[in-house]
Structure formats: C-alpha cells, structure tokens
C-alpha cells in the first residue's frame, strides 16, 4: 500500500502553465509568485522547477532566504518590503528586489550607507487599500527614492487588482486608468497583473505580470475553468481508504452524526482530515475522487478521518486510491463546498503532509 495522504506535484504541469502564461503574457516578464511556500506545493522544488521564470516573488524576506540557500539565483522580490535596517541588510546581501509601499521604507532607504544597489518597487495604491501610497502621494515618495544616491536604485512601479476575478471590470478599468494616470510620463517598468488580471478581459499590457495561481493550474475565475485558461493543475493530493463499513438506515456517520443514511449504505473511511489541511468547512456532497469516480463526502471532517459514501461504488476496499483534488477533480470545484477559495486549499496543506515530486 502506498503511504497515506501526500501530495503529489507535477513539475511537467508547473513548466506548462508557465508558458500558457508566456504565452498569455505576450512578451512581459513573469514574476512567478511563490509566496506561502508556493500556495502549499513547496518553495524550493517549484521553484528549482521554474528556473525559466524571469524573477520569483514572495512576501516575506525569511521565503527569500530560503530561495537563496537553496542556490536559486534570480532576482527574488520581496512583495511587502523590509521593516527594519538589519533586513534591508539582509535584503542587500542576497540582492532581493523591493516593494516599497510606505514612508518608512524610504527612510531605511536614505539611511543606508552600504554599497548595495537596490531594485525597488514602488507600490502605488489604485483602490486595494491594503499597501501602497494613495496617488495623491506618490509623487512626493518617488522624488525622494529618485533623490537617494547612494544607494544607486532602479525604480519600478506597481499596483496590485482588487476585483480582478469578477465578470464586472469596472473596478479594474478605474485601478488600471488610475495607475495609468499616475505613472503618465514616467520611464520606468510596470506591473499590474496578477493572475485575474492576466486571464482577464482588461488589457492592462505592463512590462511584468505577477502569476501565482495560474502557475499552480487553478482558476481564480467563478465562470471559467482552468482547462478553459489552458492550465493543468499541479497537486494531486493523494490518500487511500482505510477502513470500509455497512451502516444502516437511520445510522449516523462521525462526530455530532450530523449525517445520517437514509438507506442501508456503504461507507469508506478515508486518510485525510483537518490536520492535513483538509478543511473542516467542506460541507456534506463534497465530491472525492475514490478509484477515479466521484463519491459524496458525508459527515463532519474530523483531524485525521474523512467518511465517504460509496454504495454506489463498486470494489472500493482498503487501500484504494482517493483523490482530494487536483487531476480530475479541481480545487476551485472543492473550495466551493468549503465556501472558500482554491487558494486557501492550497496553502493550507499542512506539514503533516509529505509532498511527492512528478
Ligand atoms: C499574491 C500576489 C500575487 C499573485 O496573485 P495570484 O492571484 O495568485 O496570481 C501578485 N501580486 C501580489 C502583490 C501578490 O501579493
């Protein structure tokens, strides 16, 4: 018998939707978005897997330190910046690339004394408000970085999609006309796109786009699947049945037994729960891939247990195959049961589970 869950990642599938992207992007560079341990499918071995991406970016400096141990030698942009001077130390020894999106950063700017030369982003805020400076003052933050010498900086420009997932682009035409507006006259490399706005309807046409998503094979999409993106989705997470049972009718089906058969029916317990990451959210009807046909999850989620209603299944005894998601059976169609979103499936693997190189 195989292990139990692991997900299994498909490097093939990582190289292939890097060049949809390519291909999508027409010409632009492609940032990939590696951050929360690349959306759960491992930092390192993706990106080793992505060596043609022009630059990865992740949130935190300690994800780029890990890029840089790992012996990955692009240039790694750090989305959110550093907060004290001994990071931007940090930040120098590694070359990492900059986000600047507040007055604080500049000033670890100006006060650095080293002889390092920075790429720095600057982050412009078109409506997310989240990080960035509001329009009305970017003006002033970007005189400041242009009058810093040294250290001898390369500035670059971004923004970041609120909506850029919803079927109405309004809220994307006015971020992109803002940005537009903004930057008017300015020499320098752009980036607005993630993902949604890379598959979208806008086009938003920069310098670099930001993929995290699509590199990983899902769709960020409510109307459109990722086959229909041209994806192919990445992790498989893998597990197997560990136990099979006949329940009668009116029996009930783990904690709370807050399922109960409504005939005699046929029950298989699988290896997968909360402590993988399997959210305890996905509600009854979930559908699991167990032997390559779909099958209801039924009951509460429990920390290493799922249950499965296979009456309708035949052969399915311990050991059988069972796929959570990925071939066959989407991550997007399962976070809806979960009334979440793919991405927060993805990043919630946990530790628990070993990933497996394909
Ligand atoms: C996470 C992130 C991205 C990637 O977003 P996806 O929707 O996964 O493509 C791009 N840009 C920024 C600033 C991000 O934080």
Known sequence: MNRLI????DTRALRHN??????RARGARVMAVVKANAYGHG??????ALAQADAFAVARLEEGLVLRAAGITQPIVLLEGV???????????????????DPLQIELLEEYSGAARFIVWIKIDTGMNR???????????LERIQRMRPPALEVRLLTHLARADESDDQMTQRQLALFQQSTKGLDYARSIANTAGLFGNVELGCDWVRPGLALYGASPFEDKTAA????QPVMSLETSVIATRKVKKNETVGYGGTWKASHDSTIAIVAAGYGDGISRGLAGGTPVLINGERAPLVGRVSMDMIAVDVTKLSRVRVGTPVVL?????PVEEVARYAATIPYELLCGVSQ???????
């Open 228 to 231: 229909e993106l041209g994806l």
């Open 6 to 9: 692991r997900a299994v990642i």
């Open 325 to 329: 998601w990925g071939v066959g059976l």
């Open 43 to 48: 930092l390192v071995p993706t990106a080793l």
């Open 131 to 141: 990080l960035g400076f509001r329009p009305e003052d970017f003006p002033a933050a």
């Open 352 to 358: 628990r589970v070993p990933l497996e190189l394909r």
């Open 18 to 23: 890097l060049q949809t992207i390519r291909a």
């Open 83 to 101: 907060f004290a001077a001994e990071h931007l130390l940090e930040a120098a020894r590694h070359g990492f690339d900059l986000v600047v999106h």
